[in-house]
Structures are given as C-alpha cells and as structure tokens.
C-alpha cells in the first residue's frame, strides 16, 4: 500500500496545480484541472487518497455544498484501503472558480466524465452524489456508452412536480432575478449565492432527465431520509419507479426520522 502511496504521490506531483497535506499519516493531494463552461475556463479543483490500485469513489457534492460534505467518508480509514477517493469542488464551490454563467446538470455530468476518462481511462469507477450532486451523478449514468459500475444516489433531486411543491425552491423562485439578491449577496456565503444561480434552472434540468432514466444500466444504491423537507423522500420514490424499468438491481434505504443526509 505505501508502494503504491509513493508512486501516486510521485506522478501527481511533477504536474502543475498540485498541492500535499496529510490526514494523519494519509497524504491527501489537491490537484486541479482546466474545464471549459459556457466558453469560459475555470480552475476546478479535486482532493484525492486512497489506494490507487483500487477502484475509484467519485463523490459529488449538492448545492450548496464542497467537497468537505465527505470528510465522513474520506476520513475512513478502512474506506481508504479498499478505494481510491476523489472528491470534487464543483463550479462555484469550494475552492474552485466561480463561472459567470453556471453550468447546468448535463454540463457538469458531461465535464466530470471527460474528467474520469481523460485522467483515469481503465479505472473501475463508482459514482457517489448527493442532493444536486445526485442528480449530476444520475445523468453521468445515464449517458451514452457510461461505463460506470455502481452509482450511490443521496437524498436526490429526480421529480420536477415534487420540486415545484418544494418551499427550498419557492424561496429560489423568489430571489431569481430579484434586486433583493443583489442587497443580501454581500451578506451571506458565496457558496449560497452560487446555489440560488444553479438552482434557477432546476426544474427545466430535472424535466430533460426524464428521458434519460432508462438509459442507466449502472447498478443503483438510493439513500433519503423519510424526514428530509429538503429535498422529499418521494424524489428517490420517482427514480426508483423510473430506473427499475431498466430491471436492473436498485437498493432502497429510507433513514428513520433522518432529515436531509
């Protein structure tokens, strides 16, 4: 294992736009890489451990979110043994840059899987999203020739109707476009205002998908909690509804008076 620790650290630092810290005696790399969004180019940046001779977890933060929402996860030792852990910074989180003009669902999907082909073409790889990031990894899983093993859905946005009742995205519909935005942006967190953007064009995001949840062939895990007023337990209802046309294998776990994962 510590072989294989030397060689990864070896190879990823002779690259430009890497960083080195340690989670105790585990070496956590920040590594960031170039995408184009929207005709812009943005800084993107990943943390990554584990074992590189392992298959790869890929997690997706939602919105708003980083890629400390996984810290759980990557601080699991005996997580770390048996995968390599990458964790993103979407656009406009964390630390990456911040786009213009944000990039919807299939954008993301279609850069994050460039990304995985592009730096690691013969890894086995399984998908983890949650929230927006969830629905980010559905439609990577979706997409022509993916090749992805398993996909992990948490508390995932999948119904345009359940998200019209939702008062998260009211609240949403309220500040677009408003003046209002504009006075209490200086007020509140940027990673915030960068969900309010991408949140905007949701429902017409989540509306494309509908044609796309009988392409998914990966095998599907969906995690919610049955008290998430977040985002409603009845999102992960409607894709399993969808995806199980597929006859494919779909785990369902509904978390006991757990709000949002």
Do not use: C
């Not at 990557?74 to 964390?94: C, H, M, Q, W, Y």
């Not at 609240?171 to 935005?181: D, K, T």
């Not at 977040?230 to 709000?259: C, E």
Request: without cysteine; glycine residues 4%; hydrophobic residues 45%.
């Amino acid at each position: 294992f510590f072989v294989s620790m030397v060689w990864l650290l070896h190879k990823v630092l002779k690259r430009k736009e890497v960083q080195l810290y340690f989670l105790g005696l585990m070496p956590i790399i920040i590594v960031s890489f170039s995408i184009l969004a929207n005709d812009q180019e943005l800084k993107i940046q990943t943390h990554i451990t584990g074992d590189p001779n392992k298959p790869i977890i890929f997690m997706i933060h939602g919105s708003p979110g980083s890629s400390n929402d996984f810290s759980k996860f990557v601080n699991d030792t005996e997580l770390r043994s048996k995968a390599l852990l990458i964790t993103i910074d979407r656009p406009g989180f964390g630390l990456s840059e911040i786009p213009t003009n944000p990039p919807n669902i299939e954008e993301q999907a279609q850069m994050f899987s460039e990304y995985l082909n592009d730096q690691y073409p013969n890894k086995t790889v399984l998908l983890m999203g949650h929230s927006y990031g969830a629905t980010i990894a559905a439609k990577m899983a979706a997409a022509k020739n993916s090749k992805f093993k398993s996909v992990f859905l948490l508390s995932i946005m999948a119904d345009p109707l359940e998200l019209k009742k939702s008062p998260r995205f009211k609240i949403v519909q309220f500040m677009s476009g408003s003046a209002m935005l504009k006075v209490v942006q200086f007020l509140i967190p940027q990673s915030f205002i960068s969900a309010q953007r991408e949140l905007e064009g949701l429902g017409k995001d989540l509306e494309n998908l509908l044609n796309d949840w009988k392409n998914i062939s990966s095998k599907v895990t969906l995690v919610h909690g049955d008290h998430d007023r977040v985002v409603t337990p009845f999102n992960s209802l409607f894709a399993k509804t969808n995806i199980s046309k597929n006859n494919i294998d779909i785990d369902t776990f509904a978390k006991k008076l757990l709000g949002q994962i």
